[in-house]
């Protein structure tokens, strides 16, 4: 399904970074070692790796890898990425200083919770997870994001998921976003930052 979404010359959502992780990568450590975990084409681990960081990205459409390493050629850095699936990736191989999931709703509620649990793992102590995606509410808006609203985020389902962690930052709100095609418009966000106890 999501190579065929990926289909065709053009990046489904656009080659800048999410606003979120903009906003909220003033608190990664210099050169900090970053997975992003679900990182389509490309967007949010080339701008990290422009920033200075390591950055692993794992992603399981192959035509969305192919467009990330040609994004990465052109803005001349170096991303270690990976084509793997999700659910068969090996959390505990590498420890990181911040892992990243920006809009990866696109599973059940189940395997959505084993990605949480996996990204929990593979952070360092003190490491940070950061975490944007859609609200329920977001169905309504159709300018993006999966037609479920059970598989969207609420703060009550993060702060329940992340109960162990120090939540830095938790956040419901609407906002504009314009992310290529596959985002435009008014937009249900939940936002958090977490860090891992240690």
Request: proline letters at 5%; a negative charge.
């Given at each position: 399904m999501w190579n065929d979404r990926f289909a065709g010359e053009d990046y489904l959502y656009g080659t800048d970074p999410a606003g979120f992780l903009v906003r909220e990568a003033a608190r990664l450590p210099v050169g900090a070692h970053v997975l992003s975990v679900a990182e389509g084409e490309g967007r949010n681990a080339v701008w990290l790796a422009t920033q200075?960081?390591?950055?692993?990205?794992?992603?399981?459409?192959?035509?969305?890898?192919?467009?990330?390493?040609?994004?990465?050629?052109?803005?001349?850095?170096?991303?270690?990425?990976?084509?793997?699936?999700?659910?068969?990736?090996?959390?505990?191989?590498?420890?990181?200083?911040?892992?990243?999931?920006?809009?990866?709703?696109?599973?059940?509620?189940?395997?959505?919770?084993?990605?949480m649990a996996g990204m929990k793992r593979a952070l360092r102590p003190g490491g940070l997870i950061l975490l944007h995606g859609f609200a329920p509410r977001q169905v309504g808006y159709g300018t993006g994001g999966p037609p479920h609203a059970d598989q969207m985020y609420t703060a009550d389902l993060l702060r329940d998921r992340f109960a162990d962690f120090e939540i830095v930052q938790l956040r419901d709100y609407d906002g504009q976003i314009a992310e290529g095609r596959g985002h435009t418009g008014r937009a249900a966000l939940v936002d958090l930052v977490a860090r891992r106890p240690g």
């Open positions: 200075g960081h390591t950055v692993t990205a794992v992603e399981g459409a192959p035509n969305a890898v192919q467009k990330a390493r040609r994004l990465a050629d052109a803005r001349g850095v170096q991303v270690d990425f990976h084509l793997a699936d999700l659910d068969e990736w090996d959390w505990d191989a590498h420890s990181y200083d911040a892992v990243i999931g920006i809009f990866i709703q696109f599973a059940p509620r189940p395997f959505q919770d084993r990605l």
